[in-house]
């Protein structure tokens, strides 16, 4: 991991009406670096990804990007996109393409790419992620986990510096959830900034450098994953991560 | 005297004059369902805008249209405006119109349906990819909304087929008006020739409509999603 700053979130708000979903949110994201954001449903964590590239508008603070602001009204989402991707739950994969329309298509006609060039990364990302058989294939063939892992390639080939991972794996089958995050953990490897939401939390364990808990829109507590998971800083980190084991629980 | 009524078909002009009629059908058919297909499609998109003076225009356009019997807004188009605003119309000018603000009307409707059937999840995950709002609606949105429009415009389209024979009350000969006035003519010498000519039209009417079935079944069968 270099020590240079990438993505610095300052103050960041977001109300919807008259509910405030994120009340003051800092964070500072080196380069390499993996974030695992999590907490309770409600708590803000997806929003605030979706605030990360304008997916909302923000009513508060800023976001830089390599100390340049990104969250301006000004700026194009075609330039945020660049450098920041984004994969969701729900996959949402273009049923009308095929598999590699859909993973080159808006580096064609968005980053103005060439076909055969696009094309030919198309498929060794495929290859990579173990689905070289799937080319031609519509979403409508493939199982969750092959759409998951597709989705993903559809935003890696744009090249971004951050990816943005909201519960990749909230809506898949437990037995197809391994296979996505062997991709996560694939790029952590090569070195992938990340900031993931997540509910996996033995994957947020192995995966993270700092792990961020939120709660009602709030950083409650930042930790290193070890000391997190063992031995949390703050009693509602502890209460949430209690409500994940079974041990106490005596049914017979 | 059975075979007399079939002959009066064969007589004279009178087929010819028949297909002319038909061609005058077609002509206003075609003509209305291009520009119905062109203006819905903007007229959908506006729709599904949620902007509260767009929203409350294409309301009140949608359901004057749809409350109004066609023939009504025919007349009005028709004798109306000749006689409020003293603008001299065509019989074919004012059906052409008329069929349009009755086709963008109905094809409105139909593309926003098809518009906000698409899932939300489809704009957002399209949006995260860089895309503009034009690329988006051109590459992602509307590509799969047609697909779910195709059926009902289809059926839009030949009801607006049917409908055109409304067009003989405001004095435009087309296929049905060629009909009664060859039914008529042959009164004495064929009596039962309504039932040939009838039918006649019948079978032509649906060879006009039959065509744009097959097609939306085929087009159908190739997008299966």
């Known amino acids: 991991m270099e020590n240079k700053t990438l993505l610095r979130i300052e103050h960041l708000k977001k109300t919807f009406g008259d509910h405030t979903i994120l009340k003051d949110i800092s964070m500072e994201v080196k380069k390499g670096e993996v974030i695992v954001i999590i907490g309770p449903s409600g708590c803000g964590k997806s929003t605030f990804l979706r605030c990360l590239n304008h997916l909302e508008t923000i009513d508060g603070g800023a976001v830089y990007f390599k100390d340049e602001c990104i969250s301006g009204k000004n700026i194009s989402r075609a330039v945020i996109c660049q450098h920041i991707g984004m994969v969701f739950q729900s996959y949402d994969l273009f049923n009308h393409l095929t598999v590699i329309d859909n993973i080159t298509l808006a580096a064609i006609q968005v980053q103005h790419r060439k076909k055969a060039e696009v094309e030919q990364a198309a498929r060794r990302l495929l290859a990579r992620v173990g689905l070289a058989d799937k080319e031609t294939a519509y979403p409508r063939q493939l199982s969750g986990g092959q759409k998951q892992r597709i989705a993903m390639i559809r935003a890696l080939i744009l090249n971004p510096e951050v990816m943005l991972f909201d519960e990749v794996t909230a809506s898949l089958d437990p037995e197809m959830v391994r296979e996505v995050l062997d991709v996560i953990i694939g790029l952590t490897r090569q070195g992938m900034t990340m900031l993931i939401v997540t509910h996996e939390m033995s994957f947020a364990r192995a995966v993270a450098d700092r792990i961020f808990f939120f709660d009602d829109g709030q950083i409650i507590e930042e930790n290193v994953p070890e000391r997190f998971f063992d031995k949390p800083g703050t009693e509602r980190a502890g209460q949430f991560l209690n409500s994940f084991k079974f041990n106490s629980v005596k049914v017979k | ?225």
């Open chain 2, 1 to 225: 005297m059975q075979d007399l009524g079939i002959r009066v078909l064969f007589e004279g002009e009178n087929g010819i004059r028949l297909l002319l009629g038909l061609l005058v059908t077609i002509k206003l058919s075609v003509i209305t369902i291009i520009a119905s297909c062109i203006l819905g499609t903007i007229m959908g998109m506006l729709m599904t805008l949620r902007h509260p003076a767009v929203h409350f225009i294409t309301r009140i356009y949608l359901e004057f249209i749809r409350i109004m019997p066609q023939l009504v807004l025919l007349f009005i188009a028709y004798f109306g405006l000749t006689r409020a605003a003293g603008i001299n119309l065509s019989g074919f000018t004012a059906a052409v119109i008329v069929f349009i603000l009755w086709g963008t009307a109905e094809m409105g409707d139909l593309v926003r349906s098809a518009l906000i059937s698409i899932p939300r999840n489809q704009y957002e995950s399209g949006a995260a990819l860089g895309f503009s709002k034009i690329q988006l609606y051109r590459f992602i949105i509307l590509p799969q909304a047609l697909r779910r429009l195709i059926p009902p415009a289809m059926n839009l389209a030949t009801r607006m087929i049917m409908t055109t024979s409304l067009v003989v009350l405001i004095g435009v000969v087309e296929m049905l008006k060629v009909g009664q006035q060859i039914i008529e003519a042959n009164r004495y010498t064929a009596p039962t020739a309504a039932l040939w000519i009838y039918g006649a039209i019948f079978f032509l009417y649906f060879f006009s409509c039959w065509p744009l079935t097959l097609a939306a079944n085929c087009l159908e069968k190739r997008w299966k999603e």
